[in-house]
């Protein structure tokens, strides 16, 4: 029998079993180790539960924006005078237990395929021993949670630990009333008054969904406006469609402590007999911004970013280099500077997302297994917001226009004009394009609207393959649709292309 090569891969998540499902593919001898289960944080706290959690909002969202117009009726249509807009409700409890469920049974599936596929699963907590082996080979000692160890040896190491959330000192999470967003799943009783420090990706997600649940919803933001990493047209459609549904979003504050302090709600939520009680203590919080306001709530989430999991991994011993955030540093091959040692995901810092982890880990095993490989490309990255409405971005983006990174024509068309999107009653959106001014190649787009996210695979296509905007014209879509707009957009840049000749 010849030598098969040995890949220990450190962390479940994306990142990680997309790579050991590859390398098996490859024909080598695969161990991934995982402290809390395959899927990673991404399956298990972070991507899965909260798309999950979304996809309630999501339905509560759309009946109640648009019953009435779409002539809906109601059978006992009296909400409270002060809620006047909501006639559905939402049982909390029932829609954690079933985002839990949704997340354990998507880490048993990928347990399942990754075994299938012939890896074995380690649970335990790996980390790298020492420098590389006078034969090339390095060594990742796991420790189990019972305190056993085992050493395994490997021709090469894939670290694919991703990161937690970040904390602020004077803001520690308790679980109960100050929370991150791993915790959010444990609340049986949708919180009253939730203030929601920090206003980038996750935050945003957050204060949507349980907006639309119900909550009233304060969100902290320390910039000038929501979302301040993403397309400035897109961030203000969303900042406006959050404050008209009477979010109050605080621009430019700065939340510096979190605490408990005894308050008017109890933990069981406001219908509960105890309420009014004697003797309860720390149920509301109180946010102190850095200027001097103090605002208070019910519950508190905190979502100001994430910080690697480097610490406790011997990475600098074996010869890892970190950058100063303390991300593992890679090439376009998710090498590190380590011989033998690679990285993937969001431990590096590169982009936080399941799929670039995915593709990182996956370059990885082809490039040590000796596969063709492409570099990883961050041009043709798609994302998405998942908002009410959502907001789907790829390639190149206003920034890059504005900056003069790119030279680079934009055209922007409301979803308003859209028979679709009227018949719908969606008032808000747009698809944006951005294309070469020569050849109308189109470089990247942006879609703000419902399900922007299904939306956008057109412009993906059309960024990753050089397409022109009179190729995305020309391509017949359904009427009425709103991916309709996509080519009509194409067709505006195509037009004012050829008038410019
Ligand atoms: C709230 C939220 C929502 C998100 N939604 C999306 C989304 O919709 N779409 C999207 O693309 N991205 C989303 N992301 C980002 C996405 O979750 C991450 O980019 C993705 O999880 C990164 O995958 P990973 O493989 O690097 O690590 P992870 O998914 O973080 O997995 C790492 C695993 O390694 C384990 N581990 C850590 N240290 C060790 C050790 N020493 N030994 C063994 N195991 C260890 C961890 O326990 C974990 O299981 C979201 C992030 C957050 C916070």
Redesign the pocket.
Known sequence: MGYVTRIVI???????YEAALVAAQLGAEVTV?????LG???V?T??VP??TLIATAEVMTTFDSSYEELGIIVADDTPPLEQAARVVGVDLGKVNRRVKRLALAQSHDITASVTRAGARVMR????LKGQQSIDGSRRVVVEAADGTSETLTADAVLI????QPREIPDALPDGERILN?TQVYDLDELPEELIVVGSGV?GA?FAGAYQALGSKVTLVSSRDRVLPGEDPDAAAVLEDVFRRRGMNVLARSRAVSAKRVPGPFTTEGPSSPKAGEEGRVGDEVEVALADGRVITGSHCLMAVG?IP?TVD?GLEESGVKLKESGHIWTDKVSRTSAPGVYA????TGIF??????AMQGRIAMYHFLGDAVAPLNLKTVS??V?TDPEIATVGYSQADVDSGRIDARAVKLPLLRNPRAKMLGIRDGFVKLFCRPGTGIVVGGVVVAPRASELIHPISIAVDNNLTVEQIANAFTVYPSLSGSIAEVARQLHTRKTNAE
Do not use: H, Q, Y
Not at 344 to 347: F, K, L, R, S, T
């Open positions: 450190i962390g479940g998540g994306p990142g990680g180790v995982d402290c809390d289960g990673g944080a991404s298990l972070d991507c909260s798309k335990g907590r790996g980390r694919a630990t991703g990161a967003w996750t997600e994430a999991n991994m993937a995901g969001d431990v936080a997302l399941a799929s670039v982890a994302s998405n998942f």
